[in-house]
């Protein structure tokens, strides 16, 4: 079983920054092979991908946080983390950690992020 669990959600303003964390455990064989990977749903709309890294650390995001994000990883610590910056009201939604893709892998509980003033 593995388990996933995010923190560093919140409110914050408009160009505010905010800096989530995704911690792995459990039975994981070689973290440092899995992608891994956030993504996000707002109310009404479907899961979308923000950002992903590979084991290489090779990295992907969705269009409309490239500039402002940045997800980076710990293999020793079994740790993703997701830096945003530049936050903006339509940034606003459930933010969930992935690990290993979005078909088959495992997911996070979730973790808010509101941007408003």
């Known amino acids: 079983q593995v388990q996933l669990v995010e923190s560093g959600g919140g409110l914050v303003q408009p160009g505010g920054s905010l800096r989530l964390s995704c911690a792995a455990s459990?039975?994981?064989?070689?973290?440092?092979?899995?992608?891994m990977g956030w993504y996000r749903q707002a109310p009404g709309k479907q899961r979308e991908l923000v950002g992903a890294?590979?084991?290489?650390?090779?990295?992907n995001y969705g269009d409309s946080v490239k500039g402002r994000f940045t997800i980076s990883r710990d293999n020793a610590k079994k740790t993703v983390t997701l830096q945003m910056n530049s936050l903006k009201p339509e940034d606003t939604a459930i933010y969930y950690c992935?690990?290993?893709?979005?078909?088959?892998?495992?997911w996070g509980q979730g973790t808010q992020v509101t941007v408003s003033s």
């Open positions: 992935n690990l290993g893709g979005a078909i088959r892998g495992y």
């Open positions: 459990g039975s994981i064989f070689s973290f440092n092979i899995y992608v």
């Open positions: 890294i590979t084991s290489g650390g090779s990295t």
